[in-house]
């Protein structure tokens, strides 16, 4: 145990240690006090456009989205909630790093640190595989445990354009809580941010919603 304690805080693998400390604070705070930090949800605000500026988010197209858009989904970012992925990924790179390190006793050695790169790469690919069985389990509830959320009629505010065949997104009020939900325009016709929009039906894949503009 003394010899776990000493490469866990060698200087090679202090941060992921630390890192892990804070998932274990952050996870026993939700379970001994119910406390929420919201940080259950993977939204992406703001997008970067090829000039550097920043603008309102597009989800992407649905013949062909973006890299970021099919990275975040093909980790279930969006499917899980975020801090759900970054402790697995914490935890996998946690144990590979501290065992690689002290297998090759380089834990107090500045090669300890290389092994961050490839150790994240391998613990998202070990993080994907293993948050797989959860996703169909989340989705039978929303983001605090509740049962699913019927979205059909409610309206909500655009806070990503659509057009096309591109898809937008928008939050609903729902109780106290705003939720965001990824949208596409029933009729093909372009929403503009900030106007108000009505829930049609959901996407047979149960990844979207179509809505249309809603004059209120």
């Not at 989340?138 to 659509?162: C, L, Q, W």
């Amino acid at each position: 145990m003394e010899k776990l304690l000493h490469i866990a805080f060698a200087p090679a693998n202090f941060i992921l240690t630390l890192l892990l400390i804070i998932v274990t604070i952050y996870w026993l705070i939700v379970i001994f006090t119910g406390f929420d930090f919201d940080l259950a949800e993977a939204d992406a605000d703001f997008d970067i456009d090829a000039s550097g500026d920043i603008s309102k988010p597009e989800a992407g197209n649905l013949e062909g989205e973006g890299v970021w858009s099919a990275m975040l989904r093909f980790f279930h970012i969006g499917e899980l909630p975020v801090i759900f992925i970054i402790t697995l990924v914490v935890i996998s790179m946690w144990l590979i790093n501290v065992n690689i390190t002290a297998i090759l006793g380089i834990s107090h050695n500045p090669l300890g640190f290389a092994l961050y790169l490839p150790g994240f790469i391998v613990s998202m690919l070990v993080t994907k595989i293993i948050a797989r069985p959860f996703v169909k389990l989340y989705a039978m509830f929303n983001h605090k445990g509740e049962t699913p959320i019927d979205f059909i009629g409610k309206t909500g505010r655009v806070i990503s354009p659509m057009r096309e065949n591109r898809l937008g997104q928008i939050e609903v009020h729902v109780m106290k809580d705003v939720i965001k939900i990824y949208t596409k325009s029933i009729d093909g016709q372009p929403i503009q941010y900030n106007d108000t929009v009505i829930v049609l039906e959901e996407s047979p894949d149960r990844k979207f919603f179509f809505v249309q503009y809603y004059q209120s």
